[in-house]
């Protein structure tokens, strides 16, 4: 009986490994396989970690306007209630819009989601909107964190944080790159704008427990910035 332990075992990380390298592949070809050809579509598809395709949907391969992307953004935000309203859209070239969510009675910022041009597809954008979220997070795996009687303190404040970015840009980037502070304050974190002479060409995020920095670098090159609020 003894002799049979170690195939038994083999026989099992052998299967393991076998699963790992499928799936490391399906998700290689997954992500070549979604959205327009040259188009950053972000990396979930339709389906996926809640992400939705609304009445916008076009086939004719030509963006919808920030109009129509506002316009599904609010429907799809409906489903939180009436407390949520759109603060800005940036708009990237060839890359999902980016939209920064915030709470009507404080102000504070709320989620922040990504909606693909071409299909209206809206879905949670990844990274701190996601991992550090402490009130509106799409977490890993599909449950939805959403608490609406969350009261937060951060441990890093406003000002801190500013600094904190700033000094990152300046030591990555250089010196011609600058984070005045622009931005949302979300349930335990901070989004900023990066600035390059004076000019926002993309954001970065501050962790307001820890300190930790987190650059937003799947966006590409910014067009233009909608505030509306």
């Known amino acids: 009986m003894k002799n049979k332990h170690p195939l038994v075992w083999g026989v099992i990380l052998f299967g393991a490994i076998a699963i790992l390298i499928?799936?490391?592949?399906?998700?290689?070809?997954?992500?070549?396989?979604?959205?327009?050809?040259?188009?950053?579509?972000?990396?979930?598809?339709?389906?996926?970690?809640?992400?939705?395709?609304?009445?916008?949907?076009?086939?004719?391969?030509?963006?919808?306007?920030?109009?129509q992307i506002l316009s599904?953004?609010?429907?799809?935000l409906k489903g939180y209630?009436?407390?949520?309203?759109?603060?800005?859209?940036?708009?990237?070239?060839?890359?999902?819009?980016?939209?920064?969510?915030?709470?009507?009675?404080?102000?504070?910022?709320?989620?922040?989601?990504?909606?693909?041009?071409?299909t209206g597809q809206i879905y949670p954008e990844p990274g701190p909107n996601?991992?550090?979220?402490?009130?509106?997070?799409?977490?890993?795996?599909g449950s939805l964190r959403y608490n609406t009687n969350t009261t937060y303190t951060a441990n890093v404040d406003r000002t801190e944080a500013v600094k904190i970015a700033d000094d990152f840009v300046k030591s990555q980037f250089g010196a011609t790159f600058s984070v005045q502070g622009e931005g949302h304050a979300f349930y335990g974190y901070y989004t900023f704008h990066i600035e390059e002479d004076d000019k926002v060409?993309?954001?970065?995020?501050?962790?307001?427990?820890?300190?930790?920095?987190?650059?937003?670098?799947?966006?590409?090159?910014?067009?233009?910035?909608i505030s509306e609020h």
């Open 201 to 225: 060409i993309g954001m970065l995020s501050v962790n307001d427990l820890t300190g930790e920095v987190w650059h937003h670098d799947w966006h590409g090159d910014l067009e233009q910035v």
């Open 81 to 118: 209630g009436n407390n949520l309203q759109v603060a800005d859209i940036f708009v990237f070239t060839d890359a999902d819009y980016y939209v920064s969510v915030e709470e009507k009675d404080t102000g504070r910022g709320a989620m922040e989601i990504l909606a693909n041009p071409y």
């Open 130 to 141: 996601m991992m550090w979220n402490e009130k509106y997070s799409m977490m890993m795996g």
């Open 22 to 67: 499928g799936y490391s592949i399906w998700m290689f070809m997954f992500t070549k396989s979604v959205g327009t050809v040259g188009y950053n579509q972000g990396y979930y598809s339709n389906g996926m970690m809640g992400g939705r395709v609304n009445s916008n949907q076009n086939s004719s391969n030509e963006k919808l306007t920030p109009d």
């Open 72 to 76: 599904d953004v609010e429907n799809y």
